[in-house]
């Protein structure tokens, strides 16, 4: 089974800066990595997939790079909304399954 | 508008059942993959299960396999997962999601439902 790490787990950022999350998979999932925010009682959004692609209706100020292991998220210029927690997933092996990150929150400094 | 709504939630024993649906409106059903993903109280997401858009391949994690059992019905629009033998580690909140695939394969979640709480406890 693929393990997928988040650093850091908590990051916390002033709004109207800049918030860089990483997350790393234990093997290559080649560009089959995924994003997603959820706030408190809420389903999780896809946010990012293919590594880079930005979802329907998502804002410029998100953006996802890598690929292999290693993958950033980046939300430049955070706004109030942008305060959450946020999980990367990768879907490149079956089986066993597609597999989640543990999450990163990114709260208000 | 793509929707999805979960129902059949509860609190359940140790060793009992509850059926979960989740009924799909605003998108074709049958033209997508569907799945289940779990999140306990205060943890991570976890996927459980995935079928085919025609039902022809079911995939289930290896801590669900033998006693959960997704199902789908197109006609209905409606997704279903069986869940038997519930654990106490199967408390969670249960969401339905759509893949952007026909195929039964690892694939992103392009939307949610709200979520259903199953409660396993005596």
């Known amino acids: 089974e693929i393990v997928m790490t988040q650093s850091p787990a908590t990051l916390s950022v002033s709004p109207g800066e800049r918030a860089t999350l990483s997350c790393r998979a234990s093997?290559?999932?080649?560009?089959?990595l995924a994003w997603y925010q959820q706030k408190p009682g809420q389903a999780p959004r896809l946010l990012i997939y293919?590594?880079?692609t930005r979802a329907t209706g998502i804002p410029a100020r998100f953006s996802g790079s890598g690929s292999g292991t290693e993958f950033t998220l980046t939300i430049n210029s955070l706004q109030s909304e942008d305060f959450a927690v946020y999980y990367c997933q990768q879907y490149n092996n079956w089986p066993p399954g597609t597999t989640f990150g543990p999450g990163a929150k990114v709260d208000i400094k | 508008e793509v929707q999805l709504v979960e129902s059949g939630g509860g609190l359940v024993k140790p060793g009992g059942s509850l059926r979960l649906s989740c009924a799909a409106s605003?998108?074709?059903?049958?033209?997508?993959?569907m799945n289940w993903v779990r999140q306990a109280p205060g943890r991570g997401l976890e996927w459980v299960s995935s079928?085919?858009?025609?039902?022809?391949?079911?995939y289930s994690a290896d801590s669900v396999k033998g006693r959960f059992t997704i199902s789908r019905d197109n006609a209905k629009n409606s997704l279903y997962l069986q869940m038997n033998s519930l654990r106490a580690e199967d408390t969670a909140v249960y969401y339905c999601?759509?893949?952007?695939?026909?195929?039964?394969?690892?694939?992103?979640?392009?939307?949610w439902g709200q979520g259903t709480l199953v409660t396993v406890s005596s």
């Open positions: 079928i085919s858009s025609g039902s022809s391949y079911m």
């Open positions: 093997q290559s999932v080649s560009s089959n």
């Open positions: 293919g590594a880079s």
């Open positions: 999601a759509r893949a952007d695939v026909a195929a039964a394969i690892p694939y992103y979640f392009d939307y």
């Open positions: 605003g998108f074709t059903l049958s033209a997508f993959s």
